[in-house]
């Protein structure tokens, strides 16, 4: 498994001043590498283009077109791959990458260090919310209906509080 950069670091994939192509400079990109793009769907888009569209500014015919706003390509393929987002003006502005990846294992030695930990965006309300359990409670817990009903806040309380009763 590669490592993993968040396209733009902390400033994520938008068209705010970022400059992608001294991003994507500083990184020696590996096969196996994974590259995130993180971006409102309402206002960008990451589509993978040839070589002509991405000098173009050209989304008409990606080869694959990213759209979730939090989206993990695995660099599985060496050479270049292009990146733009197709919104009206985006990639105009610079919102455009392109990623070289090695062909060769031996130029480990350079492989940069990864970006900071991609941090995903909150659930839009009403989807699926991840379950997150304190330390010593499992998703098999009888405490985890409780913490459905009364919150983490409870079900960590709890925990504890169950934790010290046993010691």
């Known amino acids: 498994m590669?490592?993993?950069?968040?396209?733009?670091?902390?400033?994520?994939?938008?068209?705010?001043?970022?400059?992608?192509?001294?991003?994507?400079s500083n990184i020696n990109f590996?096969?196996?590498?994974?590259?995130?793009?993180?971006?409102?769907p309402q206002m960008h888009n990451a589509l993978e283009v040839s070589s002509a569209d991405f000098k173009a500014c050209s989304g008409a015919a990606p080869t694959v077109a990213y759209t979730s706003g939090n989206d993990q390509v695995v660099l599985s393929t060496p050479g270049e791959h292009y990146f733009i987002c197709s919104f009206p003006g985006m990639c105009q502005a610079g919102q455009k990458v392109k990623i070289k990846v090695s062909s060769s294992s031996s130029d480990n030695n350079n492989h940069s260090p990864p970006s900071p930990v991609v941090v995903p965006k909150p659930p839009i309300a009403g989807t699926n919310m991840p379950r997150v359990y304190p330390i010593?409670?499992?998703?098999?817990?009888?405490?985890?209906?409780?913490?459905?009903?009364?919150?983490?806040?409870?079900?960590?309380?709890?925990?504890?509080?169950?934790?010290?009763?046993?010691h």
């Open 136 to 166: 010593g409670c499992s998703a098999s817990s009888p405490l985890v209906s409780f913490h459905n009903k009364l919150g983490l806040i409870a079900l960590f309380t709890s925990c504890v509080f169950f934790a010290f009763y046993i």
């Open 30 to 40: 590996q096969l196996g590498d994974t590259i995130v793009f993180n971006y409102n």
């Open 2 to 24: 590669g490592a993993v950069y968040q396209v733009g670091d902390a400033a994520g994939w938008n068209a705010q001043g970022t400059d992608y192509k001294a991003w994507a």
